[in-house]
């Protein structure tokens, strides 16, 4: 039923489409006035960045809010050289999902495999990843799964280690495979603009 009600609200949403890039950008306008804005790969339709943004109480709009895709880093650009690389010592946290898994990856954590412990608290609906060494704590939602009342289930968790790189995966219920290939079609009716310059509403 949650599932339906999602994909419902999707639909309903006001959408429009741009092809740009490589890339299909989707903006949905949602009658509460909350926005979303969705790229996809154009050739294999993974998704690759997903952003919201919510209107203040006085009707400003807000920043947008990165849920998948590169996080940006804050104040980039305006710091000298040297307090950018020290920043980029710390560990960068972001969520980049394949067709079958959510996953996130925790950039610059230099610790062996057997160090990290990843786990479901169910009591509070997230992920938790600690070190055993005490040097990292982080945990998380799977706003997708909450989206679409599903449970979380240990066993559809996982993760790997490489190149100072912790990457979690967990595994996409059929309900949510079902669903984003329900949205996959409604977006094919969605028409489509095609831009080879920045003025996208979804910038």
């Known amino acids: 039923m949650a599932v339906t009600g999602w994909l419902e609200s999707l ?21 509460d006035g909350k926005e979303m804005a969705e790229e996809y790969d154009e050739k294999t339709n993974e998704l690759l960045v997903r952003k919201w943004r919510m209107k203040s109480a006085l009707g400003a709009l807000g920043q947008w809010q990165i849920e998948v895709g590169e996080p940006a880093l804050p104040g980039a650009g305006s710091l000298g050289p040297e307090l950018i690389t020290e920043s980029n010592a710390n560990p960068i946290f972001m969520r980049k999902d394949t067709k079958m898994s959510f996953q996130w990856r925790i950039r610059n954590l230099p610790y062996p495999k057997d160090v990290y412990n990843v786990c479901v608290d169910q009591k509070e609906r997230c992920v938790v990843v600690r070190t055993t060494n005490k040097k990292y704590y982080k945990k998380f939602f799977i706003p997708d799964l909450e989206r679409y009342q599903l449970p979380l289930d240990e066993s559809s968790l996982s993760f790997a280690h490489a190149n100072s ?39």
């Open 165 to 203: 790189t912790l990457i979690i995966s967990y595994q996409k219920p059929k309900e949510v495979l079902v669903a984003e290939s329900e949205l996959q079609k409604e977006l094919k009716k969605v028409k489509t603009a095609h831009g080879s310059d920045g003025d996208c509403k979804t910038q």
């Open 11 to 31: 639909r309903a949403a006001e959408k429009t489409a741009l092809l740009q890039d490589g890339r299909r950008k989707v903006h949905y306008l949602f009658p």
